[in-house]
T-cell receptor, first 115, second 113 residues
């Protein structure tokens, strides 16, 4: 158990809909990261928040947005969903926002299926 | 974006054999991490490397940070059935604003008892 929690574990929805994925980082970690993993693919970085502020942005679609709240939990919002958005979405956390050590610990993921 | 080339893509080996996999890039990384992912779960951190030339072990696993800072390898000795999974390398570029990791495509390891 990494200490990172994600809910829900599974999500099935229809095209055009909007969903929210939730993540709680390990106790004491200030950074939260979101990654997308499509079928049999590597992980693609989406976005990082550090202590409530956006720190880095990757290949995140404009239809996607995220935020980190004062209690450090984070939410990833996916809107106008398309079939191609079906994937595993992972949250990771680390103590720091930048610099070493930058080990990231991953949650169990949310499997999103768009029908 | 930056890419990590991980090889081999898959390996099917006999229990007890040693395994070697590697990652290469055209970019210089200041951190290399190795993760293992099992079906339905998130990646689990195995080894972290922070210095060029660093060689680190974790049980039967050994990883090295390449001297050029553009590559890393992971060795697993005397494989056992529970080693089955997908192994990912991940690297951090020093010029990145945050701590984002770039992941390789993964090596799927299958072990025959």
């Amino acid at each position: 158990d990494s200490g990172v929690t994600q809910t829900p574990k599974h999500l099935i929805t229809a095209t055009g809909q909007r969903v929210t994925l939730r993540c709680s980082p390990r106790s004491g970690d200030l950074s939260v990261y979101w990654y997308q993993q499509s079928l049999d693919q590597g992980l693609q970085f989406l976005i990082q928040y550090y202590n409530g502020e956006e720190r880095a942005k990757g290949n995140i679609l404009e239809r996607f947005s995220a935020q980190q709240f004062p209690d450090l939990h984070s939410e990833l919002n996916l809107s106008s969903l398309e079939l191609g958005d079906s994937a595993l979405y992972f949250c990771a956390s680390s103590p720091l926002g930048r610099g070493a050590p930058n080990e990231q610990f991953f949650g169990p993921g949310t499997r999103l299926t768009v029908l | 974006g930056q890419q990590l080339n991980q090889s081999p893509q898959s390996m099917f080996i006999q229990e007890g054999e040693d395994v070697s996999m590697n990652c290469t890039s055209s970019s210089i990384f200041n951190t290399w991490l190795w993760y293992k992912q099992e079906p339905g779960e998130g990646p689990v951190l195995l080894i972290a490397l922070y210095k060029a030339g660093e060689l680190t072990s974790n049980g039967r696993l050994t990883a090295q940070f390449g001297i050029t800072r553009k590559d890393s390898f992971l060795n697993i000795s005397a494989s056992i059935p529970s080693d089955v999974g997908i192994y990912f390398c991940a690297g951090h570029l020093s010029e990145n604003a945050g701590n984002m990791l770039t992941f390789g495509g993964g090596t799927r390891l299958m072990v025959k008892p």
